[in-house]
């Protein structure tokens, strides 16, 4: 099992990027497909029809997010933590994602990097 860890310098408040990774319609705008989520910790979540899908465990307004992220049922559980720092541009974001299948490491943060964190800055780019 891997870790993975990336930061990302946006240009928006870190109130403006929580809220783009928190909100149903804003997730939808930067990921360009159907998503299922609810900014409450409990509940199950669905992003690109289902390509990531996991619990939601905790949020601080502005400031972190922590999500268990499904691979199957036979791993360790694999948290994500999204933690979001005022900095001069912006916002500093760092993703750190514990836990993740060796076999499944290189395909899987591949895509994180150019679909979740790169449609994100990409979004906010624009």
Do not use: C
Not at 25 to 42: D, H, N, P, R, Y
Request: hydrophobic share 35%.
């Amino acid at each position: 099992m891997k870790t993975f860890k990336k930061y990302y310098d946006l240009p928006a408040s870190p109130e403006e990027v929580y809220w783009a990774l928190t909100k149903a319609q804003s997730i939808q705008l930067w990921t360009g497909a159907e998503v299922e989520f609810k900014e409450e910790a409990g509940t199950e979540f669905s992003f690109w029809e289902g390509d990531i899908v996991g619990r939601n465990l905790e949020f601080d307004y502005g400031k972190k997010i922590v999500q268990q992220w499904y691979f199957g049922e036979d791993t360790e559980p694999s948290i994500v933590t999204i933690k979001l720092h005022e900095d001069k541009k912006g916002t500093s974001l760092e993703f750190i994602q514990t836990n993740i299948p060796d076999a499944d490491y290189d395909d899987f943060t591949a895509g994180i990097t150019e679909y979740y964190l790169g449609g994100l800055l990409d979004f906010f780019e624009e």
